[in-house]
């Protein structure tokens, strides 16, 4: 894979967060700012990332595994935290929120597609970095 491939995954990364956090703020409402900040932002991130990527700048890549490591462990967190809840199966209370379930959906497609990117440049970053090299 060369930076062009790596940047046309980081912006497809952008925008998988941007349409995720869509969903998440068209099913949840105000419910969904925990993920609509970490989705908002890993797509803006991205934009730029790959933008920068595109046009072969070695700290564009370093910078995108970077942000990519740290959302892993973000939404992980945020995964976590909604798998964790406590739901009363027995007794449903009707006046509970009712989008636990999408929180946790959203958080863990966020998640899956992180770890999806930071898999690929992480397995081709040699390849990318020295056509990143071959460039200048």
């Known amino acids: 894979m060369t930076y062009k491939g790596a940047s046309f995954l980081v912006l497809f990364w952008g925008i998988i967060n941007l349409l995720i956090s869509g969903v998440a703020y068209y099913y949840m409402g105000s419910f969904s700012q925990p993920v609509l900040v970490p989705g908002i932002l890993a797509g803006v991130l991205s934009f730029?990332?790959?933008?920068?990527?595109?046009?072969?700048?070695?700290?564009?890549?370093?910078?995108a595994l970077v942000a990519s490591f740290t959302f892993v462990f973000w939404l992980g967190w945020?995964?976590?935290?909604?798998?964790?809840?406590?739901?009363n199966y027995i007794f449903p209370d009707a006046l509970a929120n009712p989008s636990r379930n999408v929180y946790f959906l959203?958080?863990?497609?966020?998640?899956?597609?992180?770890?999806?990117?930071?898999?690929?440049?992480?397995?081709?970053?040699?390849?990318?970095?020295?056509?990143?090299?071959?460039?200048?």
């Open 48 to 63: 730029g990332l790959g933008h920068f990527l595109n046009r072969a700048h070695t700290l564009a890549f370093i910078l």
């Open 106 to 136: 959203v958080s863990s497609a966020m998640l899956t597609s992180t770890v999806l990117v930071l898999l690929l440049l992480g397995v081709f970053w040699k390849s990318i970095y020295l056509s990143l090299q071959n460039k200048m």
């Open 78 to 87: 945020l995964t976590s935290q909604a798998l964790t809840q406590e739901q």
